[in-house]
């Protein structure tokens, strides 16, 4: 069992950056970020594995870096250049043992937080 808990969320104004944060109460070796808009599906941000390898998807592409710990017990998503386009809901997610040892947002996460409120208007 793997608990996550996500924080760092706020109320930004386009252009703003803001850093959220994410710890897990034991080692995983995939993580990710995903994030819902109002309205919308969840979608993949970026994903991050034991072996510090990345993915981005072309939303966070250029603009977000994803990074964790040593230990894979915490995650952040530095996010820069934001938009009104990036207010949503951002969920942290972890997965144990992903298929093939292949980690992406396409990675079926077993684990998932609460979630914190990313808003960005003027």
């Known amino acids: 069992q793997v608990h996550l808990v996500e924080s760092g969320g706020d109320s930004v104004q386009p252009g703003g950056s803001l850093t959220l944060s994410c710890v897990a109460s034991a080692h995983t070796r995939c993580m990710g970020w995903f994030r819902q808009a109002p309205g919308k599906e969840r979608e993949g941000v970026a994903t991050?594995?034991?072996?510090?390898?990345?993915h981005y998807e072309k939303i966070a592409q250029g603009r977000f870096k994803i990074s964790t710990s040593a230990d894979m017990k915490s995650l952040i998503l530095q996010m820069n250049d934001l938009t009104p386009e990036d207010t949503g809901m951002y969920y942290c997610a972890a997965e144990p043992s992903p298929w093939e040892d292949y980690c992406y947002t396409g990675t079926d996460f077993t684990y998932w937080g609460q979630g914190t409120q990313v808003t960005v208007s003027s």
């Open positions: 991050i594995d034991s072996s510090e390898i990345k």
